[in-house]
């Protein structure tokens, strides 16, 4: 494949998915991982780390519903009671020795801390989750959850979240959850409501 060719091919990729690693796109553009960082220095693109870093410093809505710390993995995109999406490293802490097979209350955990997280709400909880583990994660992948809050006008007080977790372009984990919420939020519209409610 031509170099001009080549490196368009790796902006539309990094463009389509920002998180896609150097290895992946060695991958997918059958090159070696020299040519693949000598591409992106000669296109002006950070590494991902740096992409992270960018994508985090970026203005998006605070979380409300729970201290930024108790979120599990690191929020990149939030847009309250409509989207977030998060990224959460797999380290030696969060696998099984014998195998290096992340456990899967970690995978859990991050997409069920999002999930809390998009909601505009002082007091959001878990009411329910229905989950599906689609492939082991293993040490040193990354997890990017991706959450979209589906409303549920029907029952007050309650919002449903859907989370899809990938690692690359696979999906690895899928989670509907039920959050409930204060139904006073229900009456309003969006996610920009930031007055004081003291």
């Given at each position: 494949m031509p170099k001009r060719q080549r490196q368009q091919q790796l902006a539309q990729?990094?463009?389509?998915?920002?998180f896609i690693t150097d290895q992946e796109l060695t991958r997918l553009l059958k090159v070696s991982i020299q040519t693949i960082r000598l591409d992106r220095m000669e296109l002006g693109i950070p590494e991902l780390r740096e992409r992270m870093k960018l994508m985090a410093e970026r203005s998006y809505d605070q979380v409300r519903s729970l201290p930024?710390?108790?979120?599990?993995?690191?929020?990149?995109?939030?847009?309250?009671?409509?989207?977030g999406i998060s990224i959460?490293?797999?380290?030696?802490?969060?696998?099984?020795?014998?195998?290096?097979?992340?456990r899967g209350h970690y995978v859990f955990a991050q997409a069920n801390s999002l999930?809390?997280?998009?909601?505009?709400?002082?007091?959001?909880?878990?009411?329910?989750?229905?989950?599906?583990?689609?492939?082991?994660?293993?040490?040193?992948?990354?997890?990017?959850?991706?959450?979209y809050?589906?409303?549920?006008?029907?029952?007050?007080?309650?919002a449903k979240v859907e989370v899809f977790a990938y690692v690359g372009e696979e999906m690895v984990f899928q989670g509907n959850f039920?959050?409930?919420r204060s139904?006073?939020?229900?009456?309003?519209?969006?996610?920009?409501?930031?007055?004081d409610r003291h």
């Open positions: 990729m990094i463009e389509d998915n920002p930024l710390h108790e979120v599990i993995g690191d929020i990149v995109d939030l847009q309250l009671d409509k989207s959460f490293e797999i380290k030696d802490e969060h696998v099984f020795s014998r195998t290096g097979i992340a999930a809390v997280a998009v909601i505009n709400d002082e007091i959001a909880l878990t009411a329910s989750a229905d989950i599906r583990f689609v492939r082991p994660v293993h040490l040193g992948e990354k997890c990017i959850a991706k959450a809050v589906r409303s549920m006008p029907e029952q007050k007080g309650k039920v959050i409930y139904a006073r939020q229900d009456s309003e519209e969006g996610g920009n409501h930031h007055e």
